[in-house]
Every structure is written in structure tokens, then in C-alpha cells.
């Protein structure tokens, strides 16, 4: 076991693709082995069966040394919560024989007895089905050399949720929507693609004053929901059809609040940019209010489109784990010392910019 560290994941700073709406594509492919109980039904010991056979899968096929392992039971709280926040692992699961292994700057991992025996994971900044599929598949075709995956002639590969089964392969794109958001078209677009099988949900939520739950930062993921059976291909021809229409009407959306109320939006964008460079303390929702709108900015040709990716980066990097890991385990927890933290690393980045392009 190496010793514990987390970068920056690479991808969060990324431009690819489409990437003024899609700040990222997660591509994964869902394994369980024969002979085994699904989670949650499995036992301990045989969860640690699981996990010791991918071990020496990947020792066999020479792949072991090419990640960073982590025992997610070994994790301290904050290095859990640092993960749950770039949705690395979900929120509140069992910890006992879970490990991620991890390469490339945090494009790829494998997440192993979390929902599923093996998730195989791609994550890159911008629209890429194709390539985040075929290098997942890759890893794939590899372990299937060694491991005995449960698989039906009747359904394919066999999963925890029925809705994964087939294929088991899953997209989840993460998507930045001011224009969608402002334009309280929200609702709309929500049930249309739920009706298609996909569900568009925030990323992060908080609750306002009056109780009802909002998105911070105009970010959300789109997951499909219904692609049980159906091939991997066919799979990857529709998300793109799907993601390209909701691409095609979220920047219709933009165009037409610059139309609309131009004054108004530039007038919010140079706030929250002052803000940003300027504020001493910034509680969270603050801050990915402030950044989404400078990056709706950026995207329009408001502020310097280098600030693009930056923004995108800062959304995940003023969470709370991300700015108690800067604080250190002595500074940490308390909310004043994180909101100073917080917009000071904000402050910072927002000004290396001066140099380069000013708005």
C-alpha cells in the first residue's frame, strides 16, 4: 500500500469536448464475479475473496503497479469525504473490504465491492463517450482473461440494479446549466428526459430559506436510466443524440438571456468576478453561485474564456473536504477559518490571471 495522498484529480481541470456545457463524462463498466453473492447479500469474508482474486488479477496481467490502492476502511473521515465529493464513492456505504485503485491523475479507477463486485471508471473533462468507453473496455477484455464474470445468455451481465444488467456499461455526465436554470426551464427539461429513461438531478443541493431544496452552482448529472439489454454501441449512439439535444438547448438558453437582459447578466457576471477576486470569507453556496455565473461569462465571451476550465475546477475545489485537506488536520472544521480558506485559494487563483488575460 502506497502512502495515502489525493491530488487534484486531472479531469476537473480539463477542456474537452462541448465543455461549456459538460464539464465531464464518467464511462463504467459493471462487473460482478461468479460464484458470489451480490452485494448486499455477500459476507465479509467473501467480499474478501472478491477482492483478493482482482488483486491478483491485476498483479497477473502486470496492471497492479501502474495504480495507487487505497483500503477505503483505512481512509481517515476527511479522505472519505474527499472522495464522496468527486463522486469517486457514493455517500454513507459500508467501508469494511472496499478498495479504489487509481491511475492517470484520476481518469481512471477501479472501485471494487462498492454497489458492485468491479466498476471499471473513466473520467474526462469534455463530451467523450467513444474514448472514455474504449479505454475502459480495454482494462476490461484484460481482467475477463482472469476473473469469471457473472454473466446470462439471457441478460447479459448480471448486476446489482436490473436496469445495468446487459452490457453493465453506464454513463453519468456532469453538466453546468445557468442558461436552463435561469430561464426556469428546469422542470421541463427534467420530466422530458425522464420520459426517455434519464435522470438529470443536481450535483450538489442545499436548502434555501424557504425550505425548498436548490442546485448550487447550476451543476447536475445525466444518467440513463433504461439501458438494460441493449448493446454497448447502441448505447453510446443514443446518449449522444441525447446529451447533443440538451447541449443544442442549453446554449439556445444562453443566447437568448443575452438577448433578453444582456446589461443584466454582463452587470452579474463583473459582480461575482469582483467578488471572487476580492471577498475575505465565502460560505459555499456563495462561492458556486459566483462561479457558475463568471463561467457563464467565460462561455459567452463576457470574461476571458481562459477561465473556463478554472472555474469548473474551483466548483469541485471550495467543497468542504477539498478545503479542509488545504487547511490541514489542525486547521480544520471550524466555519469561519474555511470560509477565509476558501476565498482566499478563490482570490488566488482568480488573480494568476492578471497577468495573462483581464477582463
Known amino acids: ?29 459493471i462487473r460482478n464475479l ?12 467473501q467480499l474478501a475473496e472478491v477482492a483478493a482474486k482482482i488483486e491478483e488479477a491485476l498483479e ?4 497492479l503497479n501502474h ?26 456505504f459500508p467501508r469494511e473490504q472496499r478498495y479504489l485503485y487509481i491511475q492517470d491523475e484520476g481518469r481512471l479507477f477501479l472501485a471494487v465491492n462498492v454497489g458492485d463486485h468491479l466498476r471499471i471508471e473513466r473520467r474526462r473533462g469534455g463530451f467523450r463517450i467513444e474514448e472514455g468507453f474504449q479505454k475502459i473496455k480495454s482494462i476490461d477484455i484484460q481482467l475477463e482473461t482472469r476473473l469469471d464474470y457473472a454473466f ?3 441478460w447479459g451481465y448480471l448486476t446489482t440494479k436490473l436496469e445495468e444488467s446487459g452490457s453493465g456499461l453506464t454513463f453519468t455526465f456532469v453538466l453546468h446549466l445557468p442558461g436552463i436554470s435561469m430561464k426556469n426551464e428546469l422542470e421541463n427539461v427534467q420530466q422530458m428526459f425522464r420520459e426517455e429513461g434519464f435522470m438529470l438531478r443536481p450535483l450538489f443541493l442545499s436548502t434555501s430559506a424557504d425550505n425548498e431544496t436548490v442546485a448550487l452552482g447550476e451543476l447536475y448529472l445525466l444518467e440513463a436510466l433504461r439501458m438494460t439489454g441493449k ?4 448505447i453510446c449512439k443514443k446518449l449522444e443524440e441525447k446529451v447533443g439535444s440538451l447541449l443544442h438547448y442549453e446554449r439556445e438558453m444562453r443566447q437568448q438571456l443575452l438577448e433578453e437582459k444582456r446589461w443584466a447578466i454582463e452587470d452579474r457576471v463583473y459582480r461575482a468576478f469582483g ?6 470569507m465565502l460560505q459555499l453556496e456563495e462561492a458556486l453561485a459566483m462561479l457558475s455565473m463568471v463561467r457563464f461569462g467565460s462561455c459567452s ?9 478554472i472555474t469548473a475546477s474551483l466548483m469541485i475545489e471550495s467543497c468542504p473536504a477539498h478545503v479542509a485537506m488545504r487547511l490541514g488536520e489542525s486547521r480544520k472544521g471550524e466555519e469561519e477559518t474555511e470560509s477565509l480558506e476558501r476565498a482566499r485559494y478563490i482570490n488566488s487563483t482568480m488573480n494568476s490571471y492578471k497577468g495573462r488575460d483581464r477582463v
Open 1 to 29: 500500500m502506497k502512502e495515502l495522498t489525493f491530488p487534484l484529480p486531472s479531469w476537473l481541470k480539463e477542456e474537452g469536448p462541448e465543455s461549456d456545457v459538460v464539464l465531464a463524462t464518467r464511462s463504467t463498466l
Open 34 to 45: 461468479s460464484s458470489f453473492p451480490f452485494i448486499p447479500t455477500i459476507s465479509e469474508d
Open 60 to 63: 497477473s496481467l502486470d496492471l
Open 67 to 92: 495504480f495507487v490502492q487505497y483500503a477505503v476502511d483505512k481512509l481517515p473521515e476527511l479522505g472519505i469525504r474527499f472522495f464522496e465529493e468527486e463522486g469517486t464513492i457514493p455517500e454513507d
Open 152 to 154: 446470462s445468455l439471457e
Open 231 to 234: 448493446p454497448e454501441q447502441e
Open 275 to 280: 467578488v471572487l477576486e476580492r471577498a475575505r
Open 301 to 309: 465571451g463576457l470574461v476571458p474564456a481562459s477561465l473556463k476550465g
